[in-house]
Structures are given as structure tokens and as C-alpha cells.
């Protein structure tokens, strides 16, 4: 199995935690034939213990499944505006995540070109 560094360092607020676990809760959603889905989990996992470093060495099948995670979110969140209806402070705190998840999107294809995310997530 092929795998590359993380390659990002990662700055934590109050909605990546809420995203990453919403992440977790909806990957039943993805095929665990080969185990992807256990090893996604166990990455979001690791993940929110802050145990995923620049430097630590990820599945790429995983880093596609993540990064394919944080588009959707971005586009829900930050390109899409579906959050006019929340309030005007809920609502920057939606809007303000979507985009932190669109620029780290845009830095982790930058870093790994060659991957192709995988959009796995539904709402």
C-alpha cells in the first residue's frame, strides 16, 4: 500500500473538531472490502488525538477519502452559503470553517498532486 506524508501542519479550531468527528460518524457510508473504511476511521481518530503530523505517513487511498472529505465540507459550508438561515454569528462560524477547510484542501492537492479526492461523504 502506498503512503506519503501528511504534509500539512494542522491548526485546530472548535469547528474542525465538530467536522472531523462528523466525518467519522458518516464513513459508514464508505466500502470496507480492503478495510478502507477501519483505516479511515482509525485516521480520523488519530487525527483528532493531534497524532497526525506533517511528517507522518498516510495511506494514499485514506489521503483521498480526506481530502475529498474537506471539499465537500468546503462547498457545503463556504462555496455553497447554505447557512443564511443560522444567525449571523452561527453563520461566520460555518462560512469561516467552510473556507479554513477550502484553503487546506487547495494546500493538501498542492503537496499531493497526483491524488484524485474521493468524495465519500453525503449528507
Sequence with gaps: ME???FGLVWRWTDYC????TKFIERADNIPNDDGLQERYIDFLLAF???????ATEVP????????????N???IDYIEDNW???GNDEEKYIKAGGKRFLDR???LLAIHPTIKPK????M
Design 3 to 5: 503512503k506519503a506524508k
Design 105 to 107: 484542501y487547495k494546500k
Design 84 to 86: 443564511y438561515w443560522v
Design 17 to 20: 473538531y465538530d467536522e472531523i
Design 119 to 122: 468524495l465519500m461523504m453525503v
Design 60 to 71: 494514499l487511498d485514506v489521503l483521498e477519502l480526506f481530502i475529498g472529505d474537506l471539499e
Design 48 to 54: 483528532l488525538n493531534k497524532e497526525i503530523k506533517k
Design 73 to 75: 465540507r468546503a462547498i
